[in-house]
């Protein structure tokens, strides 16, 4: 059993099922990134909800499904972006696309500037609120101001935008986009889901760690990823916050975050506003497996953040190498494939965690220099 940083289980290993015999197979793609969701505090608190009002919330959270969890979780979580409110969904993905599409349908001729690379639940967001759309190039702030200057300023405009992106681990000019909305008379929509718990003094995000918070007009996050659980929310004004409540279809019409749930989340979330120890530990690691890539040769994008993508540009490829980094050295990272990345650029995201040793890492080293030999994979020039 570990016993490190809090964390009371075996993660990062798991057991792979291969015709029904178990074997330990160490995991190094999952998104619990600070491994939360084995924290003592986390688990406890579970436990001790579940025991103490039952497994589900027994509606929607506007008929009998709002508990006291549910409420101080909202009340913890816009105290971690300093916010006057915030509102939890079911999951990240439908506080991206609920909350984007009561907003972008309910102002009145609403022009929404997105990201190229955002999230397929901000695209979905985007498309039932039947709302115009511009998309920027990625990470371009002058293309942005582009199709921002074709727009009168007294029309109601949303930025929407992404501060780490998944699967190339770059982020995006947050303090450049906001001096673009303020100049423009633009609101903001950030969706921080693999930034929160990760960066900023409270774990808040890139904008918590920029100092850009209280420019952001939305900031949306996951309970899923650095946080351990799951769940969705959006921290804002008060006043924008009862709009979505009351506008929102899918969280209206949705039952409620089970309590134990929002117990766990939680406890997540006052850990990791105190703590940085899970954070330090983390970054720690980070930069030990990017050092270790760089001597092996193994070819990675050099990204600013916690995600590694190792590039190995054929699909085929890909799907092999992941197959044999399971099969012949118990080591499982998904394949990412078209459509997630484009062709060409297809990739094995690795995610390591506080709690991956620096044998596991000597281990994936060996592992990814046997395999891209056994494959014939191009190293690093």
């Not at 290993?13 to 197979?25: D, L, M």
């Not at 040769?297 to 490829?317: E, F, K, L, R």
């Not at 991956?356 to 990814?368: C, G, K, P, R, S």
Request: glycine content about 6%; some cysteine; overall charge neutral.
């Amino acid at each position: 059993m570990v016993q490190f940083l809090g964390v009371i289980s075996d993660f990062p290993y798991a057991f792979y099922y291969n015709e029904g015999k178990p074997r330990r197979v160490v995991v190094w793609c999952a998104n619990d990134y600070l491994a939360m969701g084995q924290h003592e505090k986390v688990l406890n608190a579970m436990t001790q909800a579940i025991t103490r009002v039952g497994a589900g919330a027994g509606g929607t959270r506007n008929i009998s499904g709002t508990n006291h969890y549910h409420v101080l979780l909202e009340q913890c979580i816009a105290d971690l972006h300093d916010k006057e409110g915030a509102l939890v969904f079911s999951s990240g993905y439908v506080s991206n696309e609920a909350s984007i599409s009561a907003l972008a349908s309910h102002l009145p001729e609403c022009v929404v500037f997105s990201d190229a690379h955002n999230h397929a639940s901000i695209i979905q967001g985007i498309r039932n609120s039947r709302a115009h759309k511009e998309i920027f190039r990625h990470n371009d702030p002058a293309h942005l101001r582009e199709l921002l200057s074709q727009y009168p300023k007294d029309r109601a405009k949303i930025i929407v935008f992404e501060s780490v992106y998944s699967m190339d681990g770059d982020v995006a000019p947050v303090e450049v986009f906001c001096d673009l909305a303020e100049e423009f008379n633009t609101l903001t929509f950030l969706d921080e889901v693999h930034a929160v718990g990760m960066y900023g003094h409270k774990g808040g995000g890139i904008a918590q760690r920029d100092n850009q918070s209280h420019r952001i007009s939305i900031i949306e996050g996951t309970l899923g990823k650095a946080f351990g659980v799951v769940g969705g929310y959006i921290a804002s004004s008060a006043d924008l916050i009862d709009f979505v409540r009351s506008f929102a279809s899918g969280f209206i019409f949705t039952t409620s975050m089970p309590p134990a749930v929002a117990a766990a989340a939680l406890a997540s979330i006052q850990h990791l506003k105190k703590s940085s120890i899970e954070r330090q530990r983390h970054q720690e690691t980070v930069a030990k497996v990017k050092k270790r890539l760089t001597k092996a040769g193994i070819p990675y994008m050099p990204t600013p953040t916690h995600i590694i993508p190792i590039m190995v540009g054929n699909a085929h490829q890909c799907k092999l190498a992941s197959d044999r980094l399971l099969k012949e050295h118990n080591i499982y990272v998904q394949p990412i494939n078209y459509p997630t990345v484009p062709r060409g650029t297809e990739r094995l995201r690795i995610t390591p965690s506080p709690v991956h040793t620096d044998e596991m890492i000597d281990d994936l080293i060996d592992a990814l220099k046997s395999v891209w030999d056994y494959l014939y994979i191009k190293y690093a020039a």
